[in-house]
């Protein structure tokens, strides 16, 4: 497979994101505690605004899929003993609690004022997630052919994430 390149919009985005996690390290009391260089700083910022992000992602897509579960089991009239809906109302609560983290902590990292918009909105990777388990399910063909496909295009590098980080299906 051939490399994909990055379009000018992704490379707009990613210079708008860097220049965000540049301007956050002006903030006061926030410097590394160890040290390093401002190029590395600034990357680590990126990243850890990044990682947040991924964070309020799942919890948020998890809250879809408990609502998608719930609703599952309605359709067939079927429910869970008491025990087992207070433990999974118990989940739920945990899940919504992590949302609400990653949401305190972006608006430290991107400023009250924009914590709602720098927090991607998760249907998109909410349907993503469904579509590759759609798609590949328990198939591990499909699965590796997924991810040779995603490991072909090109990285931010931002996370070193290669082959040998996957489990071979």
């Keep these: ?7 000018e919009e992704d490379r707009r985005q990613d210079e708008l994101n860097r220049e965000r996690a540049r301007a956050f390290q002006n903030i006061e009391g926030f410097r590394p505690v160890l040290p390093c260089s401002e190029k590395e700083a600034v990357e680590r910022t ?16 998890a809250q879809s899929f408990f609502v998608d579960c719930e609703r ?21 609560r945990v899940v919504k609690q992590g949302n609400q983290l990653t949401k305190e902590l972006g608006s ?44 072909q295009m090109p990285s931010s590098g931002l996370f070193d994430v290669d082959i040998s980080d996957f489990q071979r299906l």
Excluded: W
């Design 108 to 151: 430290i990292l991107y400023g009250l004022e924009e914590a709602d918009s720098a927090l991607h909105d998760s249907d998109y990777y909410y349907n993503l997630i469904k579509l590759i388990e759609d798609r590949c399910g328990d198939n591990a063909q499909k699965s590796n052919l997924l991810l040779e496909f995603l490991l």
């Design 46 to 61: 990126f990243r850890l605004m990044t990682e947040n992000n991924l964070a309020f992602i799942l919890c948020d897509a």
């Design 1 to 7: 497979m051939k490399d994909i390149p990055m379009s």
């Design 72 to 92: 599952g089991l309605g359709f067939f009239g079927k429910g869970v003993s008491r025990s087992d809906k207070m433990k999974f109302n118990q989940l739920k």
